[in-house]
């Protein structure tokens, strides 16, 4: 059958290709697309992803990322996305030039690649760690220019960062406002095709910038509390309502 076929091959060419890309001496750019493509094929089953993550498949498919051809990269980002990242893996990302690299990528490279990319450096810092590494290396940058412009999938991911890169970090809540985030955030807020998600956690990035008071003026200035009161005025989804209150308190 084919699932029996499927199996087949599963069993006997992941060891192979895991074989060919953690090899010392790397083969051409060619052999190496091919073989990332058919893990990245092998990365949609369960059973497959369970071994590459049991045979350190993260690390050694992170390394492909130094290749800069986009197709290369494209399969790594998706192999990559699809293990996960844990503990061990954020460290690795976040003490190492592969942070820069990521937000090159996000920086240079089209929405695929972005997508992917800043998905990771999400999946990084999420649990508020590594955000000094990422405004260090001149990340804020690159993040607000997600922020900036469309598409309206790349600006949510952006605020999901941003609200990681604010929480408790004057720092990085001072540079954010520096790059222009609180403009960009209000104008995603005015945004009459803006999903809820995307509105949601533009909200709760404003929230989060809003705990420190140099942030004040500058949104007030934005003409923040209009937009505040009229999405207080219009929405019906509670999460929205309370990000929103949340952020008006900050500002009080």
């Known amino acids: 059958t084919l699932k029996e076929i499927h199996d087949l091959i599963e069993a006997e060419v992941l060891p192979a290709i895991m074989h060919v890309l953690q090899r010392e001496n790397h083969p051409t750019t060619a052999i190496l697309e091919h073989s990332v ?6 990365s949609g089953s369960d059973n497959s992803l369970n071994k590459m993550r049991k045979s350190n498949a993260f690390v050694t498919v992170l390394g492909l990322l130094k290749y800069t051809e986009a197709s290369l990269r494209l399969y790594a980002l998706q192999i990559l996305s699809r293990i996960g990242v844990n503990a061990e893996e954020r460290k690795l990302i976040g003490e190492s030039e592969y942070m820069e690299t990521l937000l090159n990528i ?3 490279s089209g929405e695929s690649l972005q997508s992917l990319a800043s998905f990771l450096i999400l999946s990084t810092i999420i649990d508020g760690s590594y955000v000094n590494e990422l405004r260090e290396c001149g990340g804020l940058k690159v993040i607000v220019k997600l922020l900036e412009n469309p598409p309206e999938f790349l600006q949510c991911q952006a605020s999901k960062i ?3 890169l604010s929480f408790n970090n004057e ?3 001072e540079g954010l406002a520096e790059l222009g985030a609180i403009p960009a955030l209000l104008k995603i807020l005015q945004l009459e095709s803006a999903k ?4 949601h956690y533009a909200c709760w990035a404003l929230s989060n910038l809003l705990i420190f008071e140099e942030i004040h003026i500058p949104t007030y200035m934005a003409g923040g509390i209009p ?6 005025g219009e929405t019906k989804n509670e999460s929205i309502m309370i990000r929103v209150l949340i952020a008006l308190t900050n500002i009080t």
Do not use: G, M, Q
């Open 106 to 108: 996000c920086e240079t």
């Open 196 to 199: 809820e998600d995307t509105i």
């Open 171 to 173: 720092p990085n809540a």
């Open 227 to 232: 937009v505040f009161f009229k999405i207080l």
């Open 162 to 164: 941003i609200t990681n």
């Open 37 to 42: 493509r058919i893990l990245a094929l092998l």
